[in-house]
């Protein structure tokens, strides 16, 4: 956010005198709550500016603000010199050394919606008529039907200065009140998007620049994860980094002031005579070296202006800075000269602002939900709430850490963020409101972690290192469509017809209850549901006939055990020939194989011990479902020579195959996958996007090999 702005009417003479008499009462009424607010928007502008620790959002700031310009348009009398309303920003913090600038760092009056906007086009309009109107004399002036205006992203970081002495940076002001700021210098030479010198042959002698500091969203997550390995406590938002950034005295953080970006806005001074735009000035800025935002356009009247705001919104999410709306300037100079300014804002620009993303509320209650993999996941039940431009009613808590981490308690005020259409998440805790709620008798919860499934009252579980507890009973309501779509699958059982729509007509119809139940189904019994006549249910039986003879690593990927894919499931079937052998194994004798580790021991170990998981089991096979043996490996002297012989190999990310395949040909070169990386791996092949498992195969000192590297070392080792 560039600046805290709000709307500013002109006053003229003293309607409170001249109108008919204001009661007395709410006169003094009036008088009360503007000072009230004039001192709580001073205290905020103070954090906001100066501290850069706001205590409220900004839709909450806009709405104290729009209440004092309203009471002190309805009352002139109560409009002081020193009022929030005629103030920019705040005075500039302790500590810093200060200069003036050379002109005043004004602020933005703000439309919040359409109708504001053309308000806004129309009243600037009319000025530039009537003056039109003056200079023509006798003759009246034809009404400006179109202004052109120039559209630029509204940034949500930290203005400042730059000022250029022929050509070379000199000196770097914060907005401080407009009229003096922080000399700031020294840190903004760190930013390394601010030339040194301008890249011209011909600078002006001087040269007032004017921007924003942002911190870009890759650098803030960058700079989080960061903080949080070394147990610092993170950034809350992009623009309190920014702008918090600027005003280090002591223990300066190098790395974060080379991760700001500087983005140009205005030439306050040097700006050659013959240009008539800012949307030409806006081109030479770009060509002196500075970064202009690229979403920047010029719009053909209202209309246009509007149509970009639009559109700019629909974009936002995908951005790679925040915004927090557009702001439009009339683009010709000599009509900007015209129009003037305010005490606090240029009569010739406004921020035309998004709906805000963020809002407080107060968290009612805290409900789990259990998705289709069997993941609980807190949810917030909010006080209904306006943000993003739809009511909130709900939140999205992450896991239990997240709730301890912000320490979240039923009956706390919380704020929230809507960003585009993402589910709402609860941003911070008002910490610094929980004397006043239990002073008025407000219980503070503490949320603990279901110990049973809300849906099937199955014991949950939670795996050492992991964040989510689950529901891990195979015949939780919730999850039966997933858990009956994945055994279905090519890698599972390998049921042909047997996809989502008609797991879900199954599931819908009551048909399929539980898991097992896909084998209890009958021709008569799946005929007339949609699209299943008589031949179709009868090819699908037919395929479930043919699933049920099946080995018992393909069962183990087809019951959905957590963390249990291909590779893991075969080591599971080398160690344990039946399926009662491991369920009667301990959670010691599955971590003792090689290439499974704890967490996938202590998985398979609690679906294994579950009452309910046992059940199901045992109806699989009472239903007709055969493990066939795995095949014997080929002995004696026919054994082709095995290239791979005593290699161990771990496969990570997305492969230009099937990773089976890939699997299968080591496998029949003589070597071995595991699932996990340990001084015993001799290699890693990594596809894409292959995760931490790169990373620990380096830590380890584990060659890491690309697929090409992988056919190599088989062909060399094969000669």
Same mark, same amino acid.
């Given at each position: 956010?560039?600046?805290?702005?709000?709307?500013?009417?002109?006053?003229?003479?003293?309607?409170?005198?001249?109108?008919?008499?204001?009661?007395?009462?709410?006169?003094?009424?009036?008088?009360?709550?503007?000072?009230?607010?004039?001192?709580?928007?001073?205290?905020?502008?103070?954090?906001?500016?100066?501290?850069?620790?706001?205590?409220?959002?900004?839709?909450?700031?806009?709405?104290?603000?729009?209440?004092?310009?309203?009471?002190?348009?309805?009352?002139?009398?109560?409009?002081?010199?020193?009022?929030?309303?005629?103030?920019?920003?705040?005075?500039?913090?302790?500590?810093?050394?200060?200069?003036?600038?050379?002109?005043?760092?004004?602020?933005?009056?703000?439309?919040?919606?359409?109708?504001?906007?053309?308000?806004?086009?129309?009243?600037?309009?009319?000025?530039?008529?009537?003056?039109?109107?003056?200079?023509?004399?006798?003759?009246?002036?034809?009404?400006?039907?179109?202004?052109?205006?120039?559209?630029?992203?509204?940034?949500?970081?930290?203005?400042?200065?730059?000022?250029?002495?022929?050509?070379?940076?000199?000196?770097?002001?914060?907005?401080?009140?407009?009229?003096?700021?922080?000399?700031?210098?020294?840190?903004?030479?760190?930013?390394?998007?601010?030339?040194?010198?301008?890249?011209?042959?011909?600078?002006?002698?001087?040269?007032?620049?004017?921007?924003?500091?942002?911190?870009?969203?890759?650098?803030?997550?960058?700079?989080?994860?960061?903080?949080?390995?070394?147990?610092?406590?993170?950034?809350?938002?992009?623009?309190?980094?920014?702008?918090?950034?600027?005003?280090?005295?002591?223990?300066?953080?190098?790395?974060?002031?080379?991760?700001?970006?500087?983005?140009?806005?205005?030439?306050?001074?040097?700006?050659?005579?013959?240009?008539?735009?800012?949307?030409?000035?806006?081109?030479?800025?770009?060509?002196?070296?500075?970064?202009?935002?690229?979403?920047?356009?010029?719009?053909?009247?209202?209309?246009?202006?509007?149509?970009?705001?639009?559109?700019?919104?629909?974009?936002?999410?995908?951005?790679?800075?925040?915004?927090?709306?557009?702001?439009?300037?009339?683009?010709?100079?000599?009509?900007?000269?015209?129009?003037?300014?305010?005490?606090?804002?240029?009569?010739?620009?406004?921020?035309?602002?998004?709906?805000?993303?963020?809002?407080?509320?107060?968290?009612?209650?805290?409900?789990?939900?259990?998705?289709?993999?069997?993941?609980?996941?807190?949810?917030?039940?909010?006080?209904?709430?306006?943000?993003?431009?739809?009511?909130?009613?709900?939140?999205?808590?992450?896991?239990?850490?997240?709730?301890?981490?912000?320490?979240?308690?039923?009956?706390?005020?919380?704020?929230?963020?809507?960003?585009?259409?993402?589910?709402?998440?609860?941003?911070?805790?008002?910490?610094?409101?929980?004397?006043?709620?239990?002073?008025?008798?407000?219980?503070?919860?503490?949320?603990?972690?279901?110990?049973?499934?809300?849906?099937?009252?199955?014991?949950?579980?939670?795996?050492?290192?992991?964040?989510?507890?689950?529901?891990?009973?195979?015949?939780?309501?919730?999850?039966?469509?997933?858990?009956?779509?994945?055994?279905?699958?090519?890698?599972?059982?390998?049921?042909?017809?047997?996809?989502?729509?008609?797991?879900?007509?199954?599931?819908?119809?009551?048909?399929?209850?539980?898991?097992?139940?896909?084998?209890?189904?009958?021709?008569?019994?799946?005929?007339?549901?949609?699209?299943?006549?008589?031949?179709?249910?009868?090819?699908?039986?037919?395929?479930?006939?043919?699933?049920?003879?099946?080995? =018992?690593?393909?069962? %183990?990927?087809?019951?959905?055990? @957590?963390?249990? #894919? /291909?590779?893991? &499931? +075969?080591?599971? *079937?080398?160690?344990?020939?039946?399926?009662?052998?491991?369920?009667?194994?301990?959670?010691?004798?599955?971590?003792?194989?090689?290439?499974?580790?704890?967490?996938?021991?202590?998985?398979?170990?609690?679906?294994?011990?579950?009452?309910?998981?046992?059940?199901?089991?045992?109806?699989?096979?009472?239903?007709?479902?055969?493990?066939?043996?795995?095949?014997?490996?080929?002995?004696?002297?026919?054994?082709?020579?095995?290239?791979?012989?005593? =290699?161990?190999?771990? %496969?990570?990310?997305?492969?230009? @195959?099937?990773? #089976? /395949?890939?699997? &299968? +040909?080591?496998? *029949?070169?003589?070597?071995?996958?595991?699932?996990?990386?340990?001084?015993?791996?001799?290699?890693?092949?990594?596809?894409?996007?292959?995760?931490?498992?790169?990373?620990?195969?380096?830590?380890?000192?584990?060659?890491?090999?690309?697929?090409?590297?992988?056919?190599?070392?088989?062909?060399?080792?094969?000669?």
């Amino acid at each position: 956010m560039a600046a805290r702005s709000g709307k500013k009417k002109a006053v003229a003479g003293n309607p409170d005198e001249s109108a008919p008499a204001v009661a007395k009462a709410d006169l003094d009424a009036a008088r009360l709550r503007v000072a009230f607010l004039s001192d709580e928007l001073r205290r905020h502008d103070a954090l906001y500016y100066q501290d850069d620790a706001p205590e409220i959002t900004d839709a909450e700031y806009d709405v104290l603000r729009r209440e004092l310009i309203a009471l002190e348009t309805q009352h002139p009398s109560l409009v002081l010199p020193d009022s929030p309303t005629q103030q920019v920003g705040a005075k500039p913090a302790e500590g810093f050394e200060t200069a003036p600038h050379r002109s005043p760092m004004l602020s933005l009056d703000n439309a919040m919606n359409a109708d504001e906007m053309r308000a806004f086009d129309a009243r600037i309009r009319r000025m530039l008529t009537k003056e039109a109107d003056e200079e023509a004399g006798d003759e009246e002036a034809s009404p400006l039907a179109l202004l052109d205006y120039v559209a630029e992203p509204k940034l949500d970081g930290s203005g400042i200065e730059l000022i250029y002495e022929n050509g070379v940076f000199a000196q770097g002001l914060t907005r401080g009140d407009g009229q003096t700021g922080e000399d700031v210098t020294v840190n903004l030479e760190r930013v390394p998007s601010i030339p040194k010198r301008l890249a011209t042959d011909n600078p002006p002698p001087f040269a007032s620049v004017r921007g924003e500091i942002i911190l870009p969203l890759a650098a803030f997550e960058t700079l989080n994860r960061g903080r949080i390995a070394r147990d610092v406590r993170p950034f809350e938002n992009p623009r309190n980094a920014a702008a918090g950034s600027l005003r280090q005295i002591h223990d300066i953080d190098y790395e974060r002031l080379g991760s700001l970006e500087f983005r140009v806005y205005a030439l306050a001074e040097g700006r050659p005579d013959s240009f008539t735009s800012q949307s030409e000035t806006l081109e030479l800025l770009g060509q002196w070296g500075f970064i202009v935002s690229p979403e920047i356009g010029v719009c053909h009247g209202v209309d246009e202006a509007i149509a970009f705001h639009e559109d700019l919104l629909t974009k936002r999410g995908n951005l790679p800075v925040e915004i927090d709306g557009t702001v439009f300037k009339v683009d010709a100079l000599d009509q900007q000269a015209s129009l003037g300014t305010l005490a606090r804002a240029p009569r010739w620009a406004i921020a035309f602002k998004f709906p805000p993303e963020q809002a407080e509320t107060v968290l009612e209650a805290i409900e789990f939900q259990v998705g289709r993999t069997g993941a609980l996941t807190p949810v917030a039940r909010l006080a209904p709430v306006r943000v993003g431009g739809v009511t909130v009613s709900n939140a999205s808590l992450h896991n239990q850490d997240e709730i301890e981490r912000k320490d979240i308690r039923v009956g706390d005020r919380i704020v929230i963020q809507r960003a585009g259409d993402v589910i709402p998440q609860v941003v911070r805790v008002r910490i610094d409101r929980r004397a006043a709620a239990l002073a008025k008798g407000v219980v503070l919860e503490r949320c603990t972690l279901p110990t049973t499934c809300p849906v099937c009252d199955a014991a949950t579980v939670r795996l050492e290192g992991e964040a989510v507890t689950r529901c891990a009973n195979l015949e939780c309501p919730a999850q039966l469509k997933t858990n009956l779509t994945h055994l279905a699958s090519r890698n599972a059982l390998d049921v042909d017809g047997l996809g989502q729509k008609l797991v879900d007509q199954l599931v819908e119809a009551g048909l399929v209850k539980r898991l097992s139940d896909v084998f209890a189904l009958d021709e008569e019994g799946v005929t007339g549901l949609e699209r299943m006549g008589s031949k179709s249910a009868q090819n699908l039986i037919a395929a479930l006939e043919r699933a049920r003879k099946t080995t =018992l690593p393909r069962l %183990l990927i087809a019951l959905g055990i @957590r963390h249990v #894919g /291909e590779t893991i &499931a +075969e080591l599971l *079937a080398e160690r344990f020939s039946t399926l009662d052998e491991l369920v009667s194994a301990t959670q010691e004798d599955i971590a003792a194989i090689e290439g499974i580790g704890p967490t996938i021991a202590e998985s398979v170990s609690l679906f294994t011990a579950d009452p309910n998981n046992r059940a199901e089991l045992a109806r699989f096979l009472e239903l007709g479902v055969e493990l066939e043996a795995a095949p014997e490996k080929p002995t004696g002297e026919a054994v082709a020579p095995q290239s791979l012989e005593g =290699l161990t190999f771990v %496969l990570t990310g997305t492969m230009s @195959r099937a990773r #089976g /395949e890939i699997k &299968a +040909e080591i496998v *029949a070169a003589g070597g071995k996958v595991t699932g996990s990386v340990s001084k015993k791996t001799n290699y890693v092949v990594a596809g894409e996007d292959p995760g931490s498992k790169v990373k620990k195969a380096g830590d380890l000192g584990v060659t890491v090999l690309d697929e090409a590297g992988l056919m190599t070392l088989m062909e060399t080792a094969s000669d």
